[in-house]
């Protein structure tokens, strides 16, 4: 198996995990409090949003080029964070191995 599926798997069960414990430990709209209690957590939680939309402006256009869908994965970021970002890795990755000979398929590439 190739490193790049390794770590994306690898980053998936850690990501997982992290938010399974966060959630059994408070509730999903209890996680949204706790980033507006305090100045540090706003913070945070507005440095992840301003990451996210970025990370999701690249794959809007990434996947443009493509020909895929970007919207499942856009409403999977807005509920879900970055499990919305991973899925859209794991469309590539799977593109990757149904379609290996189609270049337009391989996020790895420079594009153009």
Known sequence: MRVRRWLLIALTAAFS??????????????????????????????????????????????????????????????AAGSFGLLAYLWRLEFLRLCCFGHQQHLFWQQQQ
Do not use: K
């Open 17 to 78: 995990a992290a938010s399974l414990w966060a959630l059994s430990e408070r509730s999903y709209t209890g996680l949204l409090q706790f980033a507006f209690q305090g100045a540090a957590e706003v913070q945070l939680f507005t440095d992840l949003t301003v990451a996210a939309v970025l990370a999701s402006t690249w794959m809007v256009r990434a996947a443009r080029r493509r020909g895929i869908a970007s919207w499942p994965f856009l409403v999977l970021v807005v």
